[in-house]
Nanobody, 114 residues
Framework: QVQLVESGGGLVQPGGSLRLSCTAS????????MGWYRQAPGKERELVAR???????DYADSVKGRITISGDNAKNTVYLQMNSLKPEDTAVYYC????????WGQGTQVTVSS
């Protein structure tokens, strides 16, 4: 079992930046993958970005060049740095960890609006 606690969401104007954090309740060093998904109203949950144990990084095409995922093993934390935010980035963002099973955080709201 692992708990994932997210923080950093909020309201930001178009073109602005936010950094999301996801801290796991135990070491992430041997997680198969850890990353972020998002779900906008009326849409399916989709991958934003993830890190895999093999060192690969996957990004959704819609966020490439604007969003960066990184991890800090010492803090059991994964970050999502989001720049040049657009209204279409508005969604609930969920942290995801793949270990023996798949685990989800409670979600954090990101709203991009003027």
């Amino acid at each position: 079992q692992v708990q994932l606690v997210e923080s950093g969401g909020g309201l930001v104007q178009p073109g602005g930046s936010l950094r999301l954090s996801c801290t796991a309740s135990r070491s992430i060093l041997f997680f198969r993958a850890m990353g972020w998904y998002r779900q906008a109203p009326g849409k399916e949950r989709e991958l934003v970005a993830r890190l895999t144990r093999g060192g690969n990084i996957d990004y959704a095409d819609s966020v490439k060049g604007r969003i960066t995922i990184s991890g800090d093993n010492a803090k059991n934390t994964v970050y999502l740095q989001m720049n040049s935010l657009k209204p279409e980035d508005t969604a609930v963002y969920y942290c995801n960890a793949q270990i023996d099973s798949t685990y989800w955080g409670q979600g954090t709201q990101v709203t991009v609006s003027s």
